[in-house]
């Protein structure tokens, strides 16, 4: 079964930087649009990025501008550049399928604080 492993979170001042990687422990091709959600604390998991297998991207308006997602099939990675991060963005980041037939085990996540 496939394992998604999420890495690159921190403690981050507002308007700092993180990159995240969500690396697959198989091949996912470019079969599977891909998703980056994040989970605030009291708060449901939210969708605020996506791609496809082709490399087009959509964005929740909270992250628009801001967040940037890739993907590396070669390497079964899937990337999330955030820029000019907030407070509110302060969450535990998970990626997986966006398609919920296509959904594989939740990952750890990686937690980003943000915070002066």
């Known amino acids: 079964q496939v394992q998604l492993v999420e890495s690159g979170g921190g403690l981050v001042q507002p308007g700092g930087s993180l990159r995240l990687s969500c690396a697959a422990s198989?091949?996912?091709?470019?079969?599977?649009?891909m998703g980056w959600y994040r989970q605030a604390p009291g708060k449901q998991r939210e969708l605020v990025a996506s791609?496809?297998?082709?490399?087009?991207?959509n964005y929740a308006d909270s992250v628009t501008g801001r967040f940037t997602m890739s993907r590396d099939n070669a390497k079964n990675t899937v990337y999330l550049q955030m820029d000019s991060l907030k407070p509110e963005d302060t969450a535990v980041y998970y990626c997986?399928?966006?398609?919920?037939?296509?959904?594989?085990?939740w990952g750890q996540g990686t937690q980003v604080t943000v915070s002066s």
């Open positions: 997986n399928a966006v398609a919920t037939f296509q959904r594989m085990p």
């Open positions: 198989r091949s996912i091709g470019s079969f599977y649009t």
């Open positions: 791609i496809t297998g082709a490399g087009s991207t």
